[in-house]
């Protein structure tokens, strides 16, 4: 009976171990030797596609860090804005990596690791627009950014009518044609754009006197809860070693991994 009992034991112990295996994301992923990282790959110079068509950019390369600290290899999926919290919440991605910004309303749903970067949010007009030169001015107005963005709330929240665009490629020609009045976005990412078209038709107004935390967000759940710990420790060491600085001023031309 004894001996029954102690092989039952260990039956009980290998089971519980299998079950929590099964139900800790950080394991699974350990297992399958990758990670599913979703991100747009259309928004300069977080992640897009460079002149061979390869995916790059900072967030890119962040993700890659990560990965490479947990001993795997970083998958790719792009999808559009909206589809990168839908595919979270559904467990076809792992983690997000694309300059998303943590917000009290984004964390009653997602887990989110410590920052890696810091950013504002910037206004831009047109050149000869003299009526908007401040969030407030927004009031009736119309704007356009991707759908269900920090971005597009904003707008919306100071009175603004918010288009759903993809891509800020699209938006600033909306702009600088003169069928928005206005749009918002990480000052990083127009400082980049206008350092790749420096005769654009637009100019930034006003910006947001808090910085915003990028971080990267994570199912909430029990199962997360290893993984959120090791991507916590991975990005600490990416920022200890200089990765983060070196990175950011690779693609941002200054270093967004500190708060200033």
Do not use: C
């Not at 962040?62 to 589809?83: I, M, P, S, Y």
């Not at 009653?108 to 810091?118: A, L, N, Q, S």
């Not at 200890?240 to 693609?251: I, M, V």
Request: glycine fraction near 6%; avoid cysteine.
């Amino acid at each position: 009976m004894k001996k029954i009992m102690m092989i039952l034991a260990a039956l009980v112990l290998l089971l519980s171990a299998a079950y929590a295996e099964e139900n800790d994301l950080l394991a699974r992923i350990r297992q399958k030797g990758e990670i599913v990282v979703a991100t747009e790959g259309a928004w300069a110079p977080w992640t897009y596609h460079d002149e061979n068509d390869q995916l790059v950019g900072f967030d890119v390369e962040v993700a890659q860090g990560v990965a490479a600290k947990l001993g795997v290899t970083a998958k790719f999926v792009e999808t559009e804005w909206d589809g990168i919290f839908a595919g979270l919440d559904a467990g076809r991605y792992d983690m997000a990596a694309n300059g998303v910004e943590v917000t009290d309303e984004r964390a009653k749903t997602y887990d989110f690791t410590e920052p890696y970067g810091y950013i504002h949010t910037a206004l831009a007009v047109r050149k000869d627009n003299t009526d908007i030169t401040s969030f407030e001015d927004l009031k009736g107005k119309t704007t356009a950014n991707s759908l269900a963005s920090t971005y597009m709330e904003l707008a919306e929240s100071y009175g603004a009518t918010v288009q759903g665009i993809d891509t800020l490629e699209e938006t600033i020609q909306l702009l600088t044609a003169g069928r928005i009045d206005a749009t918002l976005n990480a000052d990083v990412s127009f400082y980049d754009y206008l350092n790749v078209h420096p005769d654009a038709d637009f100019k930034l107004v006003a910006q947001t006197e808090d910085a915003s935390h990028v971080a990267i967000p994570l199912r909430k759940g029990d199962a997360s809860a290893t993984l959120l710990d090791a991507i916590n420790t991975a990005i600490d060491e990416l920022r200890a070693d200089g990765t983060l600085k070196e990175l950011s001023e690779k693609y941002f031309g200054q270093d967004i991994s500190a708060e200033n």
